[in-house]
């Protein structure tokens, strides 16, 4: 089948590539732009572990074409980081041992930066809705909840600084 | 699990969708949110030879108040369904039960119009709409046409749709002020499709019930209304003794396929069950 040209943004880097139409976006990112972060876990838009922003909204990378994201800007986790400084969210599982093996991390830091800019002052009860798209395997999800709650206070100060 | 290979065509609106569709009928498959199509793609449980995505359609999104009337466009994903303020004041049992469709992300993906034409009984919206007596109109090349929500879902993955229309809207008449609702729906985990759910909507007078509408998910090849179990408490007060007997009503009527949520016993038992906490809740919501 012909491949269709699409222009991306990811992690701020423009890209013009000529993909085939079936290229799902996990394995564009993956294996065209060697951007290995986001995970695959279970192939069938269950587990999240392909989380990526895509304009700014969580979608699961492995349930999207790639060629539908032509003019579209994307972040992935490799993305978070801002020369060299943490995101808050990722010092946020750094500090409240929000990981074990990692598999799931790179999934629930993308969703959880979107998640606190959807709503910067969650409830538990609202962390725990709002992540219902990422499963874990080794953590029981406790300090899941405690880094996303970290990372908002964190953010919440650092709004309260800068006004 | 990567798809078979296909042609992509994303048109800029309806007309053009409707083109595409007449010129490749049986091969083109449409695709919205694609949160059913594309598993299935990947499994090569579907292979169509082109994909007509209808994502860059602006005239298919939105939710407008026509008075009586909710419009909705067949491409609204859940999330906005959830964050309307239309839906949330005049259709206040769509904007609860979306929250209930997936999670987060598929939410921000997944359509009503593809939860509707899908075909699958396991989905939310058929139940929603049945009670709620939507009206979707269907896009073809002669033109629209408006099938009622009673009439569209024909059989497992089988809809009132022909090869060559699109799902342009969803119409919901405005629920009225005092309606009592409720959608429940038993689940395995959040995410899960339902093991049974139950939409209810209705209105009393005094203490009687003077409309109703009951309907169920994955309960039956389609959603399906519960039409026994309404004139079980239509023109009635809802007391134990009626609300016991619609519970019976629904599960005789009820049809469900064993799998790995459950056996067929189980299913019927939670189809009362479900019939009953949503009689209950929207009862005490009606004023
Ligand atoms: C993890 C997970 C959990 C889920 N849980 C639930 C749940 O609890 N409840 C629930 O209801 N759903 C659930 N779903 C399904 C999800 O809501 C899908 O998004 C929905 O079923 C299909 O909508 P879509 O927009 O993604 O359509 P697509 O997958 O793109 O399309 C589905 C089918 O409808 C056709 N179609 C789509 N739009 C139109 C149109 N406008 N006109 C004509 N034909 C059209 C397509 O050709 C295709 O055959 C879940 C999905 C996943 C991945
Ligand atoms: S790999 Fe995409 S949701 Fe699991
Ligand atoms: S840390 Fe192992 S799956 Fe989450």
Redesign the pocket.
């Known amino acids: 089948m012909a491949k269709k040209l699409i222009h991306v943004t990811v992690n701020g880097q423009s890209h013009e590539v000529a993909v085939e139409p079936r290229l799902l976006l996990i394995h564009f990112l993956r294996e065209q732009l060697n951007l290995t972060g986001a995970h695959i876990g279970c192939e069938t838009s269950h587990c999240g ?1 392909c989380t990526v922003d895509l304009d700014g909204q969580s979608v699961k990378s492995c349930t999207h074409l790639a060629v539908q994201c032509d003019g579209s800007s994307i972040t992935t986790v490799e993305g978070l980081a801002q020369n060299g400084v943490l995101h808050a969210v990722q010092e946020g599982f750094y500090q409240e041992h ?8 790179p999934g ?1 830091l993308v969703r959880a930066q979107r998640l606190l800019q959807e709503n910067p002052n969650p409830t538990e009860d609202e962390i725990r809705q709002g992540m219902s798209g990422n ?5 029981g999800y406790q300090n ?1 909840v405690k880094a996303v709650q970290y990372a908002a206070k964190k953010l919440s100060q650092a709004a309260a600084a800068a006004a | 699990m990567i798809p078979w290979p296909f042609e992509y065509h994303a048109p800029k609106n309806i007309a053009e969708a409707i083109n595409l569709l007449g010129q490749y009928g049986g091969e083109a498959k449409i695709l919205a949110g694609g949160h059913s199509l594309l598993p299935m793609m990947k499994l090569r449980f579907a292979q169509p030879e082109h994909l007509i995505d209808l994502n860059r359609i602006p005239e298919l999104r939105g939710i407008k108040d026509t008075g009586n009337m909710i419009v909705i466009g067949a491409m609204t994903v859940e999330n906005d369904l959830i964050r309307s303020p239309i839906i949330q004041s005049k259709l206040p049992l769509l904007a609860e039960a979306a929250k209930l469709i997936a999670d987060p992300q598929v939410r921000n993906r997944g359509t009503i119009g593809g939860d509707l034409a899908h075909g699958d009984p396991a989905n939310d919206h058929p139940a929603l709409a049945l009670a709620l007596q939507a009206q979707f109109v269907l896009t073809g090349p002669k033109g629209k046409r408006t099938v009622a929500a009673a009439d569209f879902f024909q059989g497992l993955y089988l809809t009132a749709l022909a090869e060559n229309e699109v799902l342009t809207e969803i119409h919901v008449p405005v629920m009225e002020k005092g309606t009592g609702y409720a959608y429940e729906k038993l689940k395995r985990k959040t995410g899960d499709w339902a093991t049974a759910g139950a939409a209810v909507v209705m209105q009393v007078k005094g203490n009687v019930i003077s409309k109703i509408s009951i309907a169920l998910t994955n309960l039956a090849p389609t959603a399906m209304r519960a039409e026994a179990a309404e004139s079980a408490l239509l023109g009635k007060e809802l007391t134990p003794a009626t609300l016991d007997a619609a519970a019976k009503a629904v599960m005789a009527a009820v049809d469900p396929a064993e799998d790995l949520r459950g056996d067929v016993e189980y299913k019927t038992a939670m189809a009362g069950q479900m019939v009953k906490r949503a009689l209950g809740k929207a009862r005490m919501r009606c004023a």
């Open positions: 572990a929000g990981l074990q093996c990692g598999f799931c991390t629930m499963l874990c395997r080794c953590t899941i």
